[in-house]
C-alpha cells in the first residue's frame, strides 16, 4: 500500500509497537504530545542527531530498506560511543513521498527497532510528513555519562598515543566493490550495509581514562584533525600501522589504488579514533581491537603521516562534506 493512501496516524499506529527495550527510563514513549523519559541521578545528558538523504548517504542499489535503518541507528549509536556514553532514548522522523510503498518504510523501522533492541534503547516519539522529492530519514539520540565523564575532542595532550579501533577503511571498501560490481568482498560489504557501533568499547575506553576520542564517520584523516584542532595539538601518524582489511587491499589492487586512502578519505567505518596517556599502552593492547597508529606532540594543530617510503605528508581534513564544491 502506498503511505497517501494509509495516511500519516495509521502509518505511525502501525509501527509503535515494539518500540520500549529499557522500560525503566521511560515514563511515556509514543502517544502523546511528548515522551517523558527519566535522567539517571549523577550523570549528564548527551544529545546528538544525525540525518540520511536519500541518494546522498544511502542508495537501494546497494542496500536494502532494513540495511538503511539499521545504518541510520549506528551513525547516530556512534556519537554516543564517541563520548564515552551510555545509549538511552532515540526520536526518529522521516519525510517521504506518497506514493512509496509502506513495506519499505517497514522495513527500514524494522532495521532501526532491531539496533535499538540490541543496545536497548527505547524509541519514544517522531514525526511523519509528506515530502516531494527522496525520503529524509531523522534521528535525534539521547544518552547519558557519568558526570563531568564525557570524552572530548578537545583533551589530547601532548605524549600520548593514538590508537583505533579494529579495521579502518572498510566500509569504504564494501561500498567501492558494490559500485564496481567486483565480486569477493562480503565482510566489507556488510561493514558498509551494516556497520556496528562501539558502544562497549567507547565505554572501557572511557574508563581506562583516555583523554579524547573521536568516531570515523568522515574519515581517518578528517577525524584527527578535528581532534588536533580542537586540542591544539599536532598529531603524527604511521600509515603502515593503521589497520587494513586484507579486501581492502584486495580492492586496491584491482582498481590501482591506494589502499591506505580507503581509510583516511572513506569515512563511515563508525570505528573510534582517540588519545591516551602513554602509560595506557599496554593495557589498551590488551583489549585485542586496538591498534595504536601514532603519538600527539606540541606544534601546530595539523596532522602529519610518515608514508610507507618513510616520508612525512601533511594530511588535510579531507573525507566527505557536504558543502564541498
Same mark, same amino acid.
Given at each position: 500500500?502506498?503511505?497517501?493512501?494509509?495516511?500519516?496516524?495509521?502509518?505511525?499506529?502501525?509501527?509503535?509497537?515494539?518500540?520500549?527495550?529499557?522500560?525503566?527510563?521511560?515514563?511515556? @514513549?509514543?502517544?502523546?504530545? !511528548?515522551?517523558? #523519559?527519566? &535522567?539517571?541521578?549523577?550523570?549528564?545528558?548527551? =544529545? $546528538?542527531? %544525525?540525518?540520511?538523504?536519500?541518494?546522498?548517504?544511502?542508495?537501494?542499489?546497494?542496500?536494502?530498506?532494513?540495511?538503511?535503518?539499521?545504518?541510520?541507528?549506528?551513525?547516530?549509536?556512534?556519537?554516543?560511543?564517541?563520548?564515552?556514553?551510555?545509549?538511552?532514548?532515540?526520536?526518529?522522523?522521516?519525510?517521504?513521498?506518497?506514493?512509496?510503498?509502506?513495506?519499505?518504510?517497514?522495513?527500514?523501522?524494522? @532495521?532501526?527497532?532491531?539496533? !535499538?533492541?540490541? #543496545?536497548? &534503547?527505547?524509541?519514544?516519539?517522531?514525526?511523519? =510528513? $509528506?515530502? %516531494?522529492?527522496?525520503?529524509?530519514?531523522?534521528?535525534?539520540?539521547?544518552?547519558?555519562?557519568?558526570?563531568?565523564?564525557?570524552?572530548l575532542r578537545s583533551g589530547a595532550q601532548?605524549?600520548?598515543?593514538?590508537?583505533?579501533?579494529?579495521?579502518?577503511?572498510?566500509?569504504?571498501?564494501?561500498?567501492?566493490s558494490l559500485s564496481y560490481n567486483l565480486?569477493?568482498?562480503?565482510?566489507?560489504?556488510?561493514?558498509?550495509?551494516?556497520?556496528?557501533?562501539?558502544?562497549?568499547?567507547?565505554?572501557?575506553?572511557?574508563?581506562?581514562?583516555?583523554? $579524547?576520542?573521536?568516531?570515523?564517520?568522515?574519515?581517518?584523516?578528517?577525524?584527527?584533525?578535528?581532534?588536533?584542532?580542537?586540542?591544539?595539538?599536532?598529531?603524527?601518524?604511521?600509515?603502515?600501522?593503521?589497520?587494513?582489511?586484507?579486501?581492502?587491499?584486495?580492492?586496491?589492487?584491482?582498481?590501482?589504488?591506494?589502499?591506505?586512502?580507503?581509510?583516511?578519505?572513506?569515512?563511515?567505518?563508525?570505528?573510534?579514533?582517540?588519545?591516551?596517556?602513554?602509560?595506557?599502552?599496554?593495557?589498551?593492547?590488551n583489549l585485542g581491537s586496538i591498534t595504536?597508529?601514532?603519538?600527539?606532540?606540541?606544534?601546530?594543530?595539523?596532522?602529519?603521516?610518515?608514508?610507507?617510503?618513510?616520508?612525512?605528508?601533511?594530511?588535510?581534513?579531507?573525507?566527505?562534506?557536504?558543502?564541498?564544491?
Amino acid at each position: 500500500m502506498e503511505l497517501k493512501n494509509l495516511g500519516e496516524f495509521n502509518f505511525i499506529h502501525s509501527i509503535e509497537s515494539d518500540t520500549i527495550y529499557d522500560p525503566n527510563t521511560v515514563v511515556q @514513549g509514543i502517544g502523546d504530545d !511528548c515522551a517523558v #523519559y527519566k &535522567v539517571t541521578e549523577g550523570y549528564e545528558q548527551l =544529545v $546528538s542527531t %544525525d540525518t540520511m538523504v536519500e541518494g546522498v548517504h544511502f542508495s537501494f542499489q546497494y542496500m536494502m530498506p532494513y540495511d538503511v535503518g539499521y545504518r541510520l541507528m549506528t551513525a547516530n549509536l556512534s556519537d554516543i560511543a564517541a563520548m564515552g556514553g551510555i545509549p538511552r532514548q532515540v526520536v526518529l522522523s522521516v519525510a517521504a513521498p506518497g506514493h512509496i510503498d509502506t513495506r519499505i518504510l517497514e522495513e527500514i523501522y524494522r @532495521g532501526v527497532k532491531e539496533q !535499538c533492541q540490541h #543496545y536497548h &534503547v527505547n524509541l519514544i516519539g517522531g514525526d511523519t =510528513v $509528506s515530502i %516531494d522529492g527522496p525520503m529524509v530519514w531523522t534521528i535525534t539520540i539521547i544518552g547519558e555519562i557519568p558526570q563531568g565523564k564525557a570524552v572530548l575532542r578537545s583533551g589530547a595532550q601532548p605524549g600520548d598515543v593514538v590508537g583505533v579501533t579494529n579495521y579502518i577503511g572498510y566500509a569504504a571498501t564494501g561500498l567501492g566493490s558494490l559500485s564496481y560490481n567486483l565480486d569477493g568482498y562480503p565482510m566489507t560489504r556488510i561493514g558498509h550495509q551494516r556497520p556496528e557501533p562501539q558502544i562497549e568499547l567507547g565505554i572501557t575506553l572511557r574508563e581506562l581514562g583516555v583523554h $579524547s576520542m573521536n568516531d570515523i564517520s568522515d574519515g581517518l584523516s578528517s577525524e584527527l584533525n578535528e581532534i588536533a584542532k580542537s586540542s591544539r595539538v599536532s598529531i603524527i601518524i604511521d600509515e603502515t600501522l593503521i589497520p587494513l582489511h586484507e579486501e581492502t587491499y584486495k580492492l586496491a589492487e584491482a582498481l590501482q589504488t591506494n589502499p591506505i586512502d580507503y581509510a583516511l578519505l572513506g569515512g563511515e567505518d563508525f570505528q573510534l579514533v582517540f588519545t591516551a596517556p602513554k602509560e595506557l599502552s599496554k593495557a589498551l593492547e590488551n583489549l585485542g581491537s586496538i591498534t595504536l597508529i601514532g603519538e600527539v606532540i606540541e606544534g601546530e594543530p595539523v596532522v602529519q603521516s610518515v608514508t610507507k617510503a618513510k616520508e612525512i605528508r601533511l594530511l588535510e581534513a579531507k573525507g566527505y562534506n557536504h558543502f564541498h564544491e
